[in-house]
């Protein structure tokens, strides 16, 4: 009695699945095992259906609970015996799991990746379509001991019943019609189709050939785009409407496309710079501009020059300085309820390096000496050119510092990267007829620097007082060399 | 007791005193142990001292091993290519220059044969060219990309990595300049042993007798005592198909790799399929296979095969029709896509039509063989194979054995593999020169090289029962898995099973069965056990790295049970 079909496997034994239902032979004895109780309630209640459970086995004689790897059929599968239905992981090793009687696999109790213990209920079979239902209702009674079934944790809804086609654009389908048409759906489409329980007779394919695409299958059942999907990134020939992987956008849009055109990937840097930018879109930033008479840190530029520093050195040095008595521009918003205020001014430099956008570090940038300072920026600029550059070394900026001015831009707009307070963009120094207090116009250089923070933690007077202590630095530099 | 050193000195070691089985007769350094240099000594010296550190005593054999000279001492004392017998313009002439030529001629320089290689395409042949190697270059992309782009897998190494991507060109780049760099090595190697290479077709116009030359120009006759035919095969293209080489293609093309389709049918579930499905998916393709047979992947191990399909297979963008033949592929035109129609294998119904991107012709490879001048030694093919005996020599219309004329490689279709054609060819070489040898071919492995690797060697669980059957033995299974591996671990790699069908009353080991990561270099312990007539008894002493992905192996060796036959072998104790 007591040695049941469970207890006396062995671990080769794999086959696995016992009938609970109008079954003459003497049931196994758990003692304590509430799901065991479950199913012989459920017996009285089902007389003559044939549903019966598929257990977790014991694959070894050290395996108390098991997890589900995979199940090789799905809901609704037929079944005939000896078949591998469920891969199990045991202690040791992955196993088929077979079944002993043919029939319909109604419902998957345990969904893949969750563990049960030896001897629950993992799956059902019906013998008959007409107890699929029933075995359902089971299954779902069933949620009280084991996880439920994947429809129903799936966070996806139901497919909606109209064929979703509607993409913003139309797509010219080519498809001729002739007659009824033949639907054409792709592997991974099939694959998606069955996992989301999406109807792929009901859709419309939007692909080459009016082809159900997996994109198509993501879109009926309400999910976004995968965002691992494998990126096929042909530089060449014609790849078409791939374009919607770059885009996290929920439902991207169609381009039109312009035929001839190039599609090239992006490299990891850019890829990086792109999810950067589209988080900074959460953030509220405003911006304040200021215009700084720079004779002063031309005639010091002048100077230490020879030594080696350089104008980033400077501003880097002036803002650092600055934002000492200013530690709120120094801050970051990290959960949109506090203030982080940050123990050390490192100042981070947007540097452009072949065809991509870094922003290397300047750590403790108040501290630092003029001298260590350009000292330690050519080492970090040699590096990033060399892609050397250790994480530490380009993300752990607290203030960005971004100069155009090189190039003669008079002024610009910065975008404030995720996780900082304030961002600096400096443009060009020009020669400018300026009114003093007095009334008297002279020409002095003067650059225009523009600073954009997030509103959350950094206010219009705080950045206006910042600034104004910068532009008092930079107008007076001795303080930049002692 | 004696010292290790006195030993690789006086003392036969086990290994040449067992070589009379003559399989490992070809590799002549076994006998030269009497001739350990001094830097041997001290090189034994070193391994002396590493092995008292670790108090492993019974690992003789490993000593011995590494007492043997490099083989290139051999090569060195045989100056280039010898003088031909009287009155022939060579010893040998192999018509072919694929890798079992090439395997060939290097065997028989070191033979002191003079010897000739007609080329006919580029040195290298298929394997080198168009097969196993540039596809190895695929593989190795496709590999990376597959874990680049499994984020759980980087996540559990604590790894992140942003949107793995690949530039086309650049893959296509590296598998040609790898196809270039071996074909060189292979073309060097040759020059360097004085090997002739002849350019032009060749053909064969009588016993003993060869003509070369480009087709239409000047041809020109040379005499060999014995020739090789060793030209290899092509991709077997079925009736119906219309290869256009850009939507519907062979290996040939697809190693190229031009395009990569967003959706491509794959005909054929054999190796080549397989691997081909493997680099495509990994670079973002869909595909679909086309079996004829029941079912995916015939030809493996049933086990390995399910396994292999669960891994390989099922979660991967690639679904399958099997049990149907493609009796019309129809490449893309006129604004059409690929169309390939389908019919029932068995019932010959038409079953479905498909409409891809591309489709890859892989259904095996069929023989070169035409224009060889066989009607002059009057040869017949056989479904375009050449006939040859167990010692590769070529059986003619009259059953009869042709004099002085071999066949080796996919030509003669006993074993398709670029190392089974080059080990055929070194067996011909020995018989050539005087030296009889018969190849064991299921000592002969074969590997699979996706992600992870197949590889076997030997029988299948089902030829081994049937044989058993047949012969009246019984047979056991062993399997050891990945997961219980500390290295497969360590690489997160845990999946994959390795087995063995062996003899239980003897200890033989009847085939092995490897589907996990690094499969085709773990198969080798075994094939070589198979080769040298090892018996599982003996090879479950052998030690093992720890921790390595051998270990599976040993596993594999110590959870055999072999009843009722103790170690044929007793090693002597050694001191160290």
Excluded at chain 1, 199 to 220: C, H, S
Excluded at chain 2, 18 to 24: I, T
Excluded at chain 2, 107 to 118: D, M, P
Excluded at chain 2, 472 to 498: C, H, M, P, V
Aim: with cysteine.
């Amino acid at each position: 009695m007591s040695s049941s079909l469970l207890q006396s496997r062995v671990p080769t034994a794999l086959s696995f699945s016992s009938s609970i239902a109008g079954g003459t032979k003497p049931q196994w004895r758990f003692t304590s095992a509430p799901a065991v109780t479950f199913t012989r309630r459920t017996r009285n209640s089902t007389i003559h259906a044939k549903i019966r459970e598929i257990f977790m086995p014991a694959l070894s004689s050290t395996m108390t609970e098991g997890k589900i790897v995979s199940w090789i059929k799905s809901e609704g599968d037929v079944l005939s015996k000896g078949e591998s239905v469920v891969v199990v992981e045991s202690d040791k090793a992955d196993m088929d799991v077979e079944t002993f009687y043919d029939g319909i696999l109604a419902a998957i109790v345990v969904a893949e990746g969750e563990s049960a213990p030896v001897g629950a209920p993992i799956g059902l079979l019906a013998e008959t379509e007409a107890e699929i239902e029933e075995a359902k209702a089971k299954a779902a009674g069933a949620g009280s001991s084991a996880p439920s079934t994947p429809a129903a944790s799936a966070p996806s809804p139901p497919p909606p019943p109209a064929p979703v086609a509607a993409a913003p654009t139309p797509v010219a389908a080519p498809v001729a019609a002739d007659g009824p048409r033949k639907i054409v759906s792709t592997p991974f489409a099939k694959k998606l189709a069955k996992q989301h329980k999406v109807d792929i007779n009901k859709l419309v394919g939007t692909g080459p050939f009016g082809r159900i695409t997996p994109a198509d299958v993501e879109a009926a059942a309400g999910i976004a785009p995968a965002k691992s999907s494998a990126a096929p990134v042909t530089a060449a020939a014609h790849a078409p409407a791939a374009a919607a992987a770059a885009a996290p956008a929920k439902s991207a849009p169609t381009f039109a496309e312009i035929p001839g055109a190039t599609i090239v990937p992006f490299t990891t840097m850019q890829a990086a710079v792109s999810k950067n930018m589209i988080e900074s879109l959460s953030v509220p930033t405003f911006r304040v501009g200021y215009p700084i008479i720079t004779d002063a840190l031309d005639a010091l530029y002048e100077k230490v020059k020879p030594k080696g520093v350089t104008m980033t050195a400077l501003l880097a040095k002036a803002a650092a300085m600055a934002l000492v008595q200013h530690p709120v521009v120094n801050a970051s918003c990290k959960d949109g309820k506090s203030f982080t205020y940050n123990s050390s001014i490192n100042i981070a430099v947007a540097v452009a390096i072949n065809g991509g956008l870094i922003t290397p570090v300047l750590p403790d940038a108040d501290k630092l000496d003029l001298y260590l300072l350009s000292q330690k920026w050519k080492e970090l600029v040699e590096k990033a050119r060399s892609k050397q550059l250790q994480p530490h070394e380009y993300n752990s900026g607290t203030f960005t510092l971004s100069n155009l001015g090189m190039f003669g831009v008079d002024r610009f707009d910065a975008i404030l990267p995720p996780g900082q307070g304030a961002i600096m963009a400096v443009g060009a120094s020009k020669p400018t007829a300026v009114a003093d207090k007095d009334g008297y116009f002279s020409v002095k250089s003067q650059m225009l620097v523009n600073v954009t923070a997030d509103h959350r933690i950094v206010y219009g007077a705080d950045l206006a007082a910042f600034l104004k202590t910068f532009a008092k630095i930079v107008q007076e530099p001795d303080s930049l060399t002692m | 007791m004696q010292s290790s050193i006195s030993l690789s000195l006086s003392s036969p070691s086990p290994i040449t005193a067992r070589s009379n089985c003559g399989v490992d007769s070809y590799s002549p350094h076994l006998f030269f142990n009497n001739t350990t240099t001094p830097n041997q000594l001290r090189f034994c010296g070193l391994r002396r001292d590493a092995f008292s550190g670790c108090k492993s005593s019974s690992s003789n054999n490993a000593i011995r091993f590494n007492q043997l000279p490099p083989t290139n001492k051999v090569f060195a004392s045989l100056s280039g290519n010898g003088t031909p017998s009287k009155g022939f313009d060579y010893d040998l002439v192999i018509i072919g220059a694929g890798v079992g030529g090439h395997g060939a001629a290097l065997h028989a320089v070191e033979k002191g044969l003079k010897t000739a290689i007609i080329e006919g395409d580029v040195v290298g042949g298929t394997c080198v060219n168009r097969g196993c190697v540039p596809s190895k270059a695929l593989l190795a992309v496709s590999g990376r990309m597959r874990e680049l782009q499994n984020e759980p897998h980087m996540k559990s190494f604590g790894l992140q990595v942003a949107a793995a991507g690949y530039d086309r060109q650049g893959v296509a780049d590296h598998a040609q300049s790898l196809a270039t760099k071996i074909r060189n090595n292979l073309t060097n190697s040759m020059k360097a042993l004085g090997v002739d290479i002849l350019t032009g077709f060749g053909a064969v116009v009588g016993p003993q007798k060869v003509k070369y030359g480009k087709v239409g120009g000047t041809e020109t006759i040379i005499t060999a005592k014995d020739i090789i035919i060793a030209t290899g095969s092509v991709p077997f293209v079925p009736k119906g198909v219309e290869v256009d080489g850009k939507t519907v293609i062979t290996s040939d093309h697809a190693l190229k790799l031009e395009t990569v389709p967003e959706w491509i049918v794959i005909v054929g579930s054999g190796y080549i399929g397989l691997e081909f499905s493997d680099v495509y998916t990994a670079l973002g393709s869909e595909v679909t296979f086309v079996e004829a047979l029941d079912q995916l992947m015939p030809g493996f191990d049933p086990e390995i095969g399910k396994l292999a399909q669960r891994v390989l297979i099922n979660p991967r963008k690639i679904d399958f029709h099997t049990g149907v033949f493609a009796t019309k592929i129809t490449p893309a035109k006129d604004g059409k896509p690929v169309m390939i129609e389908l019919i029932d294998a068995k019932t010959k119904e038409p079953k479905d039509t498909l409409e891809v991107d591309a489709a890859l012709i892989a259904t095996g490879r069929a023989p070169f063989t035409e224009g060889l001048g066989l009607k002059s030694v009057n040869v017949q093919t056989q479904r375009g194979f050449i006939p040859v005996d167990e010692r590769m020599r070529v059986i003619d219309t009259k059953k009869k054995l042709v004099p002085h004329l071999y066949c080796i490689g996919d030509a003669n279709g006993k074993m398709m593999l670029a190392h089974a054609a080059s080990a055929q060819g070194i067996s011909v070489v020995e018989q050539v020169s005087g030296k009889d040898h018969v190849l064991n071919h299921l000592s002969i492995p074969a590997a699979c090289f996706t992600h992870p690797e197949i590889s076997m060697v030997g029988l299948t669980e089902p030829q081994a029962r049937e044989k058993a059957e047949k012969e009246g033995f019984e047979i056991s299974i062993a399997k050891t898995s990945f997961k219980a591996n500390t290295k497969a671990l360590a690489e997160n790699e845990g999946e994959g099973i390795a087995k063995m069908i062996y003899r239980p009353d003897n200890g033989e080991i009847l085939g092995v069965h490897i589907f996990g990561m690094h499969a085709a270099d773990l198969i080798h312990e075994a094939s070589n056990a198979i080769a040298l007539g090892t018996r599982i008894q003996d090879i479950k002493y052998a030690v093992h790295a720890h921790p390595t992905l051998s270990e599976v192996i040993d596993e594999l060796f110590k959870s055999a049970k072999v009843v009722g036959c103790v170690s044929s072998v007793t090693p002597e104790a050694v001191a160290v």
